[in-house]
């Protein structure tokens, strides 16, 4: 494996990049030597270290990709090739080089760069990205668009190990090697989850069966055997059975594409050396790379995991001051659903977690380890995880889909099909619901209320507080069919947690301020906002807890006693909770005046969780101030009506 020059602490000043300085687009790259890309390398590492360091952010998966990021721009004629990269947590290299070096310290923040490849912010980040395993299928699109143009470019999609188990990567495959498009998939291969068969003898193969003399020989044999079939026959199958025993790439080559590798991702002149191989083969090529994620920081090549992303690391102060005793840390609704889950499971052997790929996030490490034959990763496939959750139901045992709300829309078929339609007992803890920060829309929980309200035998809970999490995470095990408990990222407003559970009525919210002539129905972890509004208007507010069944009889009480009901909620306005206050009160022929506030009808683009709810009106300043716009609406409305009675 070629040397990379390992740092082991983040950089505090910014680095000395000459030769980076001078590459503000991939043309520029390209006219360096080969010789000189050792220290690009060195220089980018170095950057992106100081930059990530400056303004937090993806970090592990962009550091193991250096090398492979300069290959495939100083190889491939972007942005005329098309570069499509998967997920896009690996894709601040792709930005350093392709203009936005000066700007990476602005990613994630408003107005800042975006977390990952938008289309909207440079020609060179070919798709938007931000879901897994979408790479293969855009791409070949991109091929096939080329294709009907008569337009002879490349498209080349990179993918990693883990977004490889999806099921729409390998839908994909199998098109792109019936279509024979010339069509380059590169398999970021960072956990050595596929082969561990990296090394001289490997290298060598590689160089081999990605070589001119190899791929000429083969064509001009398959021209020779062409009139002969079974002999043609043969040759393939002795050449598959070559090719098995010296590489893990069978499975590719069935599916019609030319395997290729695995080769070291951080060598940079064998990469060279088989991409520019690999770029005069026509028809699909699967190039395999093996790295390292965190490669050149030590600490994070120990702790890939720890290291997927960091904040931002502020400065030393000069004067230490005087130590504070810290306040006790409050737990992440992450953290209460994955204490809640252990606590089940061990009063409860039918009990099984299940998670695509979101072990951390999720916070079902204790579990896993306590619970080894309870616990279920079944990688980046959200619709087998709904499906693996039915089936289990239907013979007896308790599943618990730990999924974020982002990625259950990917799984929205099962849901409705394999779970609802049987009214299956699948309880659904859908984490990061609502806007989730500097990820952006590609992760924002912002539809689940209104995808799952429409589902009929459904159960949908909305808990305001980590307490509330806890025991309607219990509520919706306990029910018969499914169900379903949405919290937000990140912790809550520390409200203490009762150990002992207890399911709450179905369908029962509660009052949390009694006030008058204004009444705020808040859905979920927005209470807190719309209690500190309430306070100088004396509103009532209420803490609805369920989005489905609504409480109904409660409705009908504020409606009775109030001038104006306030839907709140971090959803969508259109089609969620408020939206069902409103079709209940029409049902009932009843006419009043209702607010609803929630997300607007746009995606809401990255920046912190407050600027986020400032932007959207959802923090106590924008609640006060649309309450008080309507009721000056409602004040003229009746002026205008007692005017017009009185001529």
Known sequence: ?????????????????????????????????????????????????????QSGGHFGAGLGVIELTLALHYVFNTPEDRLVWDVGHQAYPHKILTGRREQLTSIRKRDGLAGFPNRGESEYDTFGVGHSSTSISAALGMAIAARLKGISRK???VIGDGAMTAGLAFEALNHASDLDSDLLVVLNDNDMSISHNVGGLSNYFARLLSSRTYNQMRDSSKKVLSSAPNLMALAKKTEE???????????????????????????????????????????????????????????????????????????KPTVQPTPVPSAPKKPKYSNVFGQWLCDMAEADPRVVGITPAMREGSDLVAFSERFPDRYFDVAIAEQHAVTLAAGLACDGAKPVVAIYSTFLQRAYDQLIHDVAIQNLDVLFAIDRAGLVGEDGPTHAGAFDLTYLRCVPNMVIMVPSDENETRQMLYTGLEHTGPAAVRYPRGTGPGTEIVAEMSALPLGKGRLARQGHRVAILAFGTVLAAGLEAAEPLNATVADMRFVKPLDEALIDSLADSHDLLVTLEENVIAGGAGSAVVEYLNSRSRTLPVLQLGLPDRFVDHGKHSEQLHECGLDAEGILSSIRHRLQTLEKDTQNLRLAQHL
């Open 1 to 53: 494996m070629q040397d990379t020059y390992v740092f082991q602490e983040i950089p505090t000043r910014r680095p000395n990049t000459p030769l980076l300085d001078r590459i503000d687009s991939p043309a520029q790259l390209r006219l360096l030597d080969d010789d000189q890309l050792v220290q690009v390398a060195r220089e980018l590492r170095s950057f992106l270290l100081w930059s990530v360091g």
């Open 155 to 157: 498209s080349i999609a």
């Open 241 to 315: 059975h070559v090719k098995g025993m010296i590489s893990p790439g069978t499975l590719f080559e069935e599916l019609g594409f030319n395997y290729i590798g695995p080769v070291d991702g951080h060598d940079l002149p064998l990469l060279l050396e088989t991409l520019r191989n690999i770029r005069d083969l026509d028809g699909p090529q699967f190039l395999h790379v093996v790295t390292q994620k965190g490669k050149g920081f030590a600490p994070a090549e120990r702790d890939p995991i720890g290291y997927h992303a960091i904040n931002k690391i502020e400065p």
